[in-house]
């Protein structure tokens, strides 16, 4: 294995911690560490009441912070130096621009749920590539959860860290999210995926290791920045909520496989059709591949990965040119089966692989990218990894 598809690990604490002090001049009260995440199976169900399949990655965020008495909130990125500063009483939804408005939110959620909040100091690194669709935004929002909640004296569990995270997101930066990404982040442990029922919140973690059977998870960032455009996120979720009111359901989740056909044809249009067929067949999809894991056929969920991407493109439409040229390319290299993960309009492809394959599969898609001139994709392999945790 090249560097190209090593795995990157968390950012060091130590490294983190010494960012705060050059930057604040004081000691942090301590580090937390939350990764980013890969979507295995089971895209924009979770908002639909429906089940998912995440695992958390080795690529993390880490923030350290300390508790300021003043009422003022200060951050500062690592990577790129940028710095804001607020008074925490004057924080209010979509007031702030950018990166920031995560952990802004992230107090704000806290002050909602009755945590007083007396002002932060924040220091944030991270290894997640942004803009890849792997979640970085939500890692950001958990680890301030975690250091402005520790730092004021609370101690919320890991799934209520993960629903005022979700609550940042949706009431303050204004991202109509579900809940997946923040309890992959929160929940996910090393070696397993997380089966999580979005509507019970109930989780089981589900086996993963896939180099005891001879595979690996190759994460191909196709370099197709991951964008919600024009609101097209938001318009797919407002869509799915029109056609369960019209079907006289809650969510689509309680639309069965069986009960399909009956569905589109009670509803009013194609578009409307197309997101059902998704949401549901998605959901069957995630199932399925969760009886494979626990049966220890991992290889066979190969074929349900490509089948969801199929399902993205033409019924959810959230496939960019960049991401199906990568699956395409994948799947004429060898690869068991390959799909978008994330939101959609640009990011990362996952692809079940041959261990060892991984080079080659890459390969594949490199050359692919030098025949429609697309930018050139990088690639690591990916593995379970541990959620979110206080390092220092």
Do not use: K
């Amino acid at each position: 294995m090249t560097a190209t598809t090593g795995v990157t690990a968390a950012p060091s604490a130590s490294a983190c911690a010494d960012a705060f002090r050059d930057a604040y001049g004081r000691e942090p009260e301590g580090v937390w560490i939350a990764p980013g995440r890969i979507n295995l199976i089971g895209e924009h169900t979770d908002y639909n009441d429906g089940f998912v399949l995440p695992i958390a990655l080795p690529h993390a965020l880490a923030a350290a912070g300390a508790r300021r008495a003043d009422g003022v909130v200060r951050l500062r990125s690592r990577q790129s130096g940028e710095e804001f500063s607020a008074r925490v009483a004057d924080l209010v939804p979509e007031s702030v621009p950018g990166w920031a408005a995560y952990p802004t939110g992230a107090l704000w959620a806290l002050a909602g749920a009755g945590v007083r909040i007396d002002g932060l100091d924040l220091m944030v690194d991270s290894t997640i590539p942004s803009g890849t669709g792997l979640s970085s935004s939500a890692a950001l929002t958990c680890a301030t959860v975690l250091a402005a909640a520790h730092t004021h004296g609370a101690d919320p569990a890991p799934a209520r860290v993960a629903a005022l995270a979700q609550r940042a997101e949706n009431g303050f930066v204004g991202m109509p999210c579900g809940i997946m990404d923040q309890s992959a982040s929160m929940l996910a442990t090393a070696g397993h995926a997380l089966f999580m029922d979005t509507r019970s919140l109930e989780t089981e973690q589900v086996p993963f290791d896939l180099a005891a059977r001879g595979l690996a998870l190759l994460v191909v960032d196709t370099r197709a920045p991951h964008r919600h455009v024009d609101g097209a996120y938001a318009e797919r979720r407002r869509s799915c909520e029109e056609a369960a009111r019209v079907l006289g359901v809650p969510a689509l989740r309680d639309v069965t496989a069986e009960g399909l056909a009956a569905a589109l044809d009670a509803l009013p249009d194609d578009v409307s059709r197309h997101r059902v067929r998704h949401v549901v067949t998605e959901n069957a999809r995630v199932l399925e591949t969760v009886g494979l894991l626990r049966a220890g056929d991992v290889r066979r969920a190969g074929a349900l990965f490509t089948a969801s991407h199929a399902s993205m493109r033409d019924d959810y439409e959230i496939t960019v040119p960049e991401v199906d040229t990568a699956v395409d390319a994948l799947l004429a290299a060898g690869a068991h089966g390959a799909r978008m993960t994330g939101g959609g309009f640009g990011g990362c492809v996952i692809a079940l692989v041959a261990d060892g394959a991984q080079e080659s599969c890459l390969a594949a898609v490199r050359a692919a990218y030098r025949e429609r001139g697309f930018a050139e994709p990088a690639g690591f392999t990916a593995v379970p990894a541990e959620g979110a945790r206080r390092v220092r």
